[in-house]
C-alpha cells in the first residue's frame, strides 16, 4: 500500500504505446528548453535501458494541441531522417528508436514543484502526449545545432550527411540537430531528435525553413565527396550595398549607392538558392542572378 501511494506522489505514468512500450518517470524535469522538458524514467521492458522523456510546451499560452502536434512531428522528423541515411548508405550514422505514449497517471506532486533550473512551468496532464527513449548518457554532445550551425566539434561525415540531404531533395530540404554520442573511437555516430527544416516549412511547427539552409552553409566545410554537388550561393546581396559603400570618414554622409537608373534592384523571393530543375545533364553548378536589365 505505502509504495503504491509514493508512486501516486512522485511518479508519472504513460499508458501502452501503438508498440506496447511504456514509461515510468520521475515527477521532476531534469531539463528544461524553449520547446521541451525532459525527464528521466525506465521503460519496464527486456533491456530497455534508462529512458528520458521529453514533453513539448505549447506553442502559445492557449493553443493546448501544439504540444501534441510537436510531439507527432518529432517523431516524424526522425521517420525522414532515417529515409534519407538510409539512401546516404553506411554504418557510422545511426538514430535512436523514439517511441511515443500518452499519458495514464500524473503524479500528485508535478503541479507543486518546478524543475531545478526554475523555467519548469508547464504541468502534465492525462491527454498529454510524451515521446521517450534511450538515455545516451554523459557524453552526450551537440554537432549541428537545430538552426543549422556547424559546431566545431562536428566531423565531415555528419557535415556530408546533411549536405546529401540538401542535394538529394534538390535543394528544398535539410536535416540540422544532429545531436548525441560519438562510439568505436570516433568512428560511429549514434544520434537522437534530428530537426527537419523544408523551403515550405512542412515539418511542422519547430521547422525554420529557409534559415537553417543558410545557418549550415555558412559554416559548413565540404568534405571530398559533398565538394561535388551543388551547394546554394547568395542571391540577394544588395542589403549590403548601400552600408558596405558609405564613406569611412563621414559620419553625417547622407550619400547612398543607386543603380544607374536611380532604383534599387528588387529583393529576390529566396536569400539562397540553386536552380536543380534546369541543371538537367549540365555541370552541377549554382546559377547566377540575372542581369538587372531582366528583372521586372
Known amino acids: 500500500m505505502g509504495s503504491r501511494i509514493i508512486a501516486i506522489l512522485f511518479q ?11 514509461a515510468v518517470f520521475d515527477f521532476r524535469p531534469t531539463a528544461s528548453g524553449k520547446r521541451l522538458v525532459a525527464f528521466r524514467g525506465i521503460a519496464p521492458e527486456h533491456r530497455a535501458g534508462d529512458q528520458l522523456i521529453k514533453a513539448f510546451r505549447q506553442t502559445t499560452e492557449n493553443d ?7 510531439s507527432l512531428c518529432y517523431i516524424e522528423n526522425t521517420n525522414v531522417a ?15 528508436e523514439i517511441r511515443s505514449a500518452e499519458m495514464d497517471r500524473v503524479a500528485k506532486c508535478s503541479s507543486k514543484i ?10 502534465l496532464s492525462k491527454d498529454d502526449v510524451v515521446v521517450f527513449e534511450r538515455d545516451l548518457g554523459e557524453n552526450f554532445q551537440t554537432f549541428i545545432e537545430r538552426d543549422g550551425t556547424v559546431n566545431s566539434n562536428c566531423c565531415g561525415k555528419l557535415q556530408e550527411f546533411v549536405h546529401f540531404v540538401y542535394n538529394e531533395s534538390k535543394g528544398h530540404e535539410i536535416v540540422t540537430g544532429l545531436k548525441g554520442v560519438v562510439t568505436k573511437q570516433g568512428q560511429k555516430f549514434k544520434l537522437t531528435s534530428p530537426s527537419m527544416n523544408s523551403i515550405v ?38 542589403n549590403r550595398l548601400e552600408t ?9 554622409s547622407t550619400d547612398t549607392i543607386r543603380c544607374q537608373d536611380g532604383i534599387r534592384p528588387p529583393a529576390y523571393d ?3 538558392r540553386v536552380d536543380f530543375e534546369k541543371l538537367g545533364t549540365l555541370p ?7 542581369p538587372y536589365d531582366q528583372i521586372t
Open 82 to 96: 532515417e529515409k534519407y541515411l538510409k539512401k546516404y548508405g553506411g554504418k557510422a550514422i545511426t538514430f535512436i
Open 284 to 290: 552541377l553548378l549554382p546559377t547566377a542572378p540575372p
Open 114 to 123: 518546478r524543475s531545478s533550473d526554475g523555467r519548469y512551468k508547464r504541468h
Open 270 to 272: 529566396s536569400k539562397w
Open 64 to 70: 493546448r494541441k501544439s504540444a501534441r502536434l510537436r
Open 244 to 252: 558596405d559603400n558609405k564613406p569611412q570618414n563621414s559620419k553625417t
Open 12 to 22: 508519472n505514468e504513460t499508458l501502452n504505446s501503438e508498440s506496447g512500450s511504456w
Open 201 to 238: 516549412k512542412k515539418y511542422g511547427p519547430d521547422d525554420i525553413g529557409e534559415k537553417a539552409i543558410l545557418n549550415f552553409f555558412s559554416s559548413h566545410v565540404c568534405t571530398p565527396v559533398c565538394s561535388q554537388w551543388p551547394k546554394p550561393v547568395l542571391m540577394n546581396p544588395f
